[in-house]
Each structure stands twice: as structure tokens, then as C-alpha cells.
């Protein structure tokens, strides 16, 4: 890693940290409220060991077989990092992502539960369950992954009986063509609606580079921040 990444990192961070924290006080809220994930998909594993050694503690990664490959390297260098999943997840790849994340924010459907609950168990057993976030689709295009709101109890009913896993909360991403205000507002109607039925099920992760501050008005507990804390991902699709 060279000194001028790493000046640009611990620079970039900064000014995200200034962003939250100046959208906390607007909505009256503290910092420690809102936990940061620094968005590493496309970044290599030196990118993520700067941002843990200038202080990150969460990141996030969409793809099992790049994380899977980068997690070691990071291990290695001894940072107790909390790797979130927050990429569309194949079933067969359930093993895999169990195995390496700390918190699965894309849980969308039955097959993927009983996936996700199955390879704990296999894995490590009931013991150590492995947390999850449903992921709400807020205009009901399925397409880009996401439940559509109707289904979000019964999915829910479904990972609170899964010895495996445990319930925390609500994903969504902003769809492009929606005011993030108002998506964010629905989001938070949702997450409060599943909290009413599943009181430990308290986290939103909601809000990127773009409408973090948004999402943190509505009382989002985890924001997903990529291009603003690493630059673009050339190259990544
Ligand atoms: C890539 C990604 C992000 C980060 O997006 P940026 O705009 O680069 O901050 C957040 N959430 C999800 C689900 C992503 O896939």
C-alpha cells in the first residue's frame, strides 16, 4: 500500500464520517447509532486493511467467490473486521457466504432461508447462529433482489423459527427512479411493522454514497458506503 492511497483513504474516510455525523445532528440522532460499512466489492485486500487500520469495522461485499478469496488476506493481518454480505445470494453459494460473513443483508426468500440455516448448522451449529437482514424491494421490481412487502412476515416467521439464523432487521437499496426520501420513508414504515412482530429484529441497513444522509433522517442503523470512502470501481460490474 502506498503512503499516497493511504492519505487518501484516511481523507476520504474523514469526510464520510463529517457527512454522518452532520446528518445525525440534523435528525437528532447520535453517531454511535449509525454503524458505517465501507463498501469494499472491486477493491483489493490492501484497500481493506487501510480502511480497518484507519478504523473501519464493517465492510461489505456483494460477490461469495471475492470476498471468500479476500477474507484471508485481511484475517491475516489480524483485524477483527465484521464482513456483511450484501450482494444478491444464490442458495448454492449459502455455504460459502455462511463460512465468511457476519451478517447477511439479502435475504429475500424461503429456499434462501433454509439454505443460509442449513449450512450453519452443518457448520458450526445452533450455538452461533449467523445474523440476517431481509431485503425489502420498496417498488416491488423483484428483479434487482428483494421480497415484495406482502411477504416479508411469513419470510420473517420463517428465519425466526430457523435455529440457524437470527432475525435482525431490514435491507433496502433506493430504487433509481424514486425520490430516496420517500423510499427511505417506506423502508422505515416496514422496519417498524416487523419490529411491532419481531422486537429483536431492530436494524436498517439503508443508504450509499449518494443518499446516506436521507436514509439516516428516517433512522437507518447501518449505512453501505462504497464510492465516496474507496473512489470508483473501474471495471466492476
Ligand atoms: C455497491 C453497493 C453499495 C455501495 O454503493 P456506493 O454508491 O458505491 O456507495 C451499497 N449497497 C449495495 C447493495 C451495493 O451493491
Known amino acids: 500500500m502506498d503512503a499516497d492511497r ?7 474516510l474523514g469526510e464520510v464520517r463529517a457527512r454522518i455525523a452532520a446528518a445525525c445532528a440534523a435528525a437528532g440522532r447520535s453517531v454511535e447509532d449509525v454503524t458505517l460499512i465501507g463498501v469494499t466489492k472491486g477493491f483489493a485486500a490492501p484497500d481493506v486493511q487501510a480502511l480497518a487500520d ?8 456483494s460477490r461469495d467467490q471475492e470476498a471468500r478469496q479476500k477474507h484471508p488476506a485481511v484475517l491475516a493481518g489480524q483485524t477483527p473486521l465484521r ?32 439454505a443460509l440455516d442449513k449450512a450453519v ?38 428465519i425466526a423459527a430457523a435455529d440457524g439464523l437470527r432475525l435482525r432487521g431490514l435491507m433496502v437499496v433506493a430504487p433509481r427512479q424514486m425520490d430516496p426520501i420517500a423510499a427511505f420513508e417506506a423502508a422505515a ?11 429483536s429484529a431492530n436494524l436498517l441497513s439503508a443508504g450509499m454514497t449518494g443518499d446516506f444522509e436521507a436514509a ?9 458506503v462504497g464510492t465516496a470512502l474507496l473512489g470508483d470501481r473501474r471495471g466492476f460490474v
Do not use: C, F, Y
Open 83 to 114: 464482513w456483511h454480505m450484501i450482494g444478491q445470494l444464490q442458495s448454492n453459494k449459502a455455504r460459502s457466504v455462511a463460512a465468511w460473513s457476519s451478517m447477511v443483508h439479502t435475504v429475500d426468500r424461503p429456499s434462501l432461508v433454509q
Open 216 to 224: 439516516i433522517a428516517v433512522g437507518a442503523t447501518h449505512v453501505r
Open 54 to 61: 484507519l478504523g473501519i469495522a464493517d465492510v461489505g461485499e
Open 121 to 158: 448448522l452443518d457448520a458450526r451449529g445452533a450455538s452461533k447462529p449467523l445474523d440476517v437482514l431481509i431485503q425489502l424491494s420498496i417498488d416491488g421490481d423483484v428483479s434487482r433482489g428483494g421480497a415484495l412487502g406482502a411477504d416479508v412476515p411469513a419470510l420473517a416467521d420463517r
Open 6 to 12: 493511504r492519505a487518501e483513504l484516511a481523507k476520504r
Open 189 to 199: 414504515r416496514a422496519a417498524a411493522d416487523l419490529r411491532a412482530d419481531h422486537p
